[in-house]
C-alpha cells in the first residue's frame, strides 16, 4: 500500500496593508484544493487558525507520491508564492504519516536502521 501523508502549510501574521490580497489567496487556495478532492488527487483538506494570534495552517492529506507529484505542479509552486508574499512565516512541507499503516512502516523502518547502526 501506498504510504499515506499530508502537505503542512503554516503561517503567521499577514503582512499589513495586504489583508485583502491574503483573502482573496486564502480563497484560491480553498478552491484549489477542493478540485483536488473532487478529481481525488487528495483524500482531504483542513484549515486551522491561531486561537493565540494571528496564523494558522492547513493540511492537505492524501498518498505521499501523489502529493510530491502535486508539490511540483505550477498551480501549487504559483500559489504558494502568491501565499509568502502576503503572510509571513510561510512554510510548507510534506510529511508521512496520519495512518496507523503508515506509521508502524515508518517505526519498523526506523528501528531496522537504528539496529543496524547499533544504536538498538
Known amino acids: 500500500m501506498t504510504r499515506t501523508g499530508a502537505i ?56 505521499v507520491p501523489e502529493l510530491h507529484l502535486i508539490m511540483q505542479e505550477d498551480a501549487f509552486v504559483r500559489l504558494q508564492l502568491r501565499a509568502g508574499a502576503i503572510v509571513d512565516d510561510f512554510e510548507c512541507e510534506l510529511v508521512a504519516g496520519g495512518s496507523d499503516r503508515t506509521v508502524q512502516e515508518l517505526m519498523t523502518a526506523y528501528t531496522e536502521e537504528l539496529t543496524a547502526l547499533g544504536y538498538l
Request: glycine residues 16%; negative net charge.
Open 8 to 63: 503542512v502549510l503554516r503561517w503567521t501574521t499577514p503582512v499589513r496593508g495586504r489583508e485583502a490580497a491574503g483573502l482573496d489567496v486564502f480563497g484560491d487556495a480553498l478552491q484549489y484544493y477542493e478540485e483536488l478532492a473532487k478529481e481525488g488527487r487528495i483524500i482531504s483538506h483542513r484549515e486551522y487558525f491561531r486561537t493565540g494570534g494571528e496564523g494558522g495552517m492547513m493540511i492537505v492529506e492524501g498518498f
